[in-house]
């Protein structure tokens, strides 16, 4: 079964804090992206990380990606509430790992909240 | 999202009825998807399509239908609705698997 596991799934910090989103799947995928959810709005993309070792930044947002490991993180740097949101990862598997047409197969999500 | 609409954006229907959504797109893309996002769950597949009439079964495509008759247009129809269904539906689009633009959702509560 091919599965993506979040953690935390809740995730409450300190502004100014610094934290990590673990993102662990089980098949082989060479993909994998990274989504930001507000409260009853659509999927915002944040990062597309398209090989092993690829690094993104965005501001305090950082993305890895270990196809060797078959982990993703997200790093939170110096936290500030406008980062409150849920994120997710997704995985699109290889078509030989049960991948078909670029579907996407999503964690449960990692809902954030910073405080002041 | 640009390049993306669906409607309706909310729907209250009734047990047994049949409902179906739409999914537009202006990109031309060759690949949409529909998803349902559940507390929970984050999003599942329901259906999928490669190009026009070209579709396909995801993860959770009971008791619903999908049709593609033109490039632009992708439709989920529940063939008769039941409270199970209630969720959030989300289309995406994707050109080549490098992104994936998703739609705003349709809330659809079942009664």
């Known amino acids: 079964e091919l599965k993506v596991e979040q953690n935390p799934l809740f995730l409450s910090m300190q502004e100014g804090k610094n934290y990590t989103i673990y993102c662990n799947y089980s098949t082989t995928s060479d993909r994998l992206y990274w989504y930001r959810q507000d409260p009853g709005k659509s999927l915002e993309s944040l990062f597309v990380?398209?090989?092993?070792?690829a690094v993104k930044q965005e501001g305090r947002l950082m993305a890895s990606l270990d196809t060797k490991a078959r982990l993703s993180t997200l790093h939170i740097t110096a936290a500030v509430h406008d980062l409150s949101a849920t994120y997710f990862c997704a995985v699109a598997p290889l078509a030989a790992y049960g991948g078909s047409q670029g579907n996407l197969i999503f964690g449960k999500g990692t809902k954030l909240s910073v405080k002041p | 999202d640009a390049g993306i609409t669906q409607s309706p954006r909310h729907k209250v229907t009734e047990t047994g009825t049949p409902v179906t959504l739409r999914c537009h797109q202006t990109?031309?893309?060759?690949?949409m998807y529909w998803y349902r996002q559940d507390p929970g769950h984050g999003l599942r597949l329901i259906h999928y399509s490669y190009g026009v009439k070209d579709t396909d079964k995801g993860e959770v495509s009971d008791g619903y239908s999908v049709s593609r008759s033109k490039t632009e247009d992708f439709l989920l129809t529940l063939e008769s609705a039941t409270s199970s269904q209630t969720s959030v539906y989300f289309c995406?689009?994707?050109?080549?698997?490098?992104?994936?633009?998703f739609g705003s959702g349709t809330r659809l509560t079942v009664v």
């Open positions: 995406a689009i994707t050109r080549r698997g490098d992104g994936y633009t």
């Open positions: 990109e031309n893309h060759r690949y």
């Open positions: 990380l398209l090989s092993n070792g």
